[in-house]
């Protein structure tokens, strides 16, 4: 299947993990689709709204900093063909392909489920973590407008909240954000794969410009909010030799630390991330996956707790002591940042927010 020009997967199979149907090609309309569409029909970004019954998710895993989270979308335009995310579009019998970047759901109902959970007497209250599946300001969410919605709620309750996103979309929200800075009740990750525009065009094909994100990292440390850059993944023989530069960039911007993750490739993501590589890097595609087997235990992907986020071997050590070398140049202290958890107050009744 031939690249299409603003998407970043070249494969739209179906995936036989959960032994789903396959879906049954009509041949016939195939050979006359160019007769309406015209030979160069490109694929639309359709969205599906979705009625789930909860909206905050919970995790145990130890490799992750934060316990709950919320994702007002499923799918991500942003196209990043290295999203470890993708496979979770095989669970609605979609392709993790270009199905994951073209077929979306949106949770409308969001705001309301998660005004009805922070009621709860049971509610624990930590960071919920946004844009940790799917990315929370995708262009999506210029019309939706979920994630803005959650933010005032979360606002109004005076909760902690910590945004990973690779969107300079999210300074929309710098009133919000500003406000809960000011209580020490946010904190913001912005994802800086490349600063190269080439590379990024096709890596992650409808992201922000680097050049926006990094601008975005400078409005957000200007106006108070604390923020992280995150060098992930870091890619071998194709992102590892801008580590020194973007953490240079980013700390020049005001980012007050920088971290990072080595390439992950589970499932699904695997072959299409080769297919990827044989399409726009066809002279290193052997090379990049020799590395990553190295980084990720003779595999593909490695999923175990412990090493998954971190990687093993020569390679994964040599990116970790070339990383640690540049924060520390950079002036990144490692200080963790705390959110506060002590002014939660629980959101108004229906009844008290017409008063």
């Not at 095989?90 to 970047?101: I, K, N, R, V």
């Not at 309750?157 to 929309?172: A, V």
Request: aromatic fraction near 6%.
């Amino acid at each position: 299947m031939a690249a299409e020009k603003g998407r970043g997967a070249t494969e739209n199979g179906v995936s036989r993990r959960f032994n789903l149907a396959e879906h049954i090609t009509d041949g016939d309309w195939l050979d006359a689709m160019h007769l309406v569409d015209g030979a160069t029909r490109r694929r639309r970004t359709e969205v599906t709204v979705e009625h789930p019954r909860t909206i905050i998710t919970r995790n145990k895993s130890p490799d992750i900093s934060f316990s709950q989270s919320i994702n007002a979308y499923r799918g991500c335009e942003h196209g990043c063909i290295y999203c470890f995310a993708r496979p979770t579009h095989a669970y609605h019998d979609l392709s993790p392909g270009l199905d994951f970047e073209t077929r979306l759901f949106a949770k409308p109902d969001a705001p309301h489920l998660l005004r009805a959970e922070l009621s709860k007497p049971s509610h624990s209250v930590s960071p919920i973590a946004m844009g940790t599946n799917t990315d929370p300001y995708q262009p999506i969410e210029r019309d939706w407008k979920i994630t803005r919605q959650c933010i005032e709620i979360l606002m109004e309750c005076r909760h902690p909240l910590f945004i990973t996103t690779k969107s300079d979309r999210i300074l929309r929200d710098l009133d919000l954000l500003t406000q809960m800075a000011g209580d020490g009740l946010v904190a913001v990750m912005i994802s800086v794969t490349t600063l190269d525009p080439k590379v990024a065009r096709t890596l992650e094909p409808r992201a922000a410009h680097p050049l926006r994100r990094v601008e975005a990292i400078r409005q957000l440390a200007t106006a108070g909010i604390p923020v992280v850059a995150s060098v992930s993944p870091i890619i071998p023989a194709i992102t590892d030799h801008e580590i020194e530069a973007i953490i240079e960039t980013v700390a020049a911007a005001g980012a007050r630390d920088a971290t990072f993750i080595p390439v992950r490739l589970p499932h699904e993501v695997a072959p299409l991330f080769r297919a990827w590589l044989q399409e726009h890097y066809p002279d290193r595609s052997k090379k990049v996956m020799r590395i990553i087997h190295e980084i990720r235990g003779g595999r593909d992907n490695d999923p175990n707790f412990g090493t998954r986020m971190r990687g093993q071997g020569v390679w994964a050590d040599l990116i970790r002591a070339r990383f640690i070398k540049a924060r520390k140049r950079a002036g990144f202290s490692g200080e963790r940042l705390a959110l506060r958890t002590d002014l939660f107050r629980p959101p108004l009744g229906p009844q008290l927010q017409l008063f």
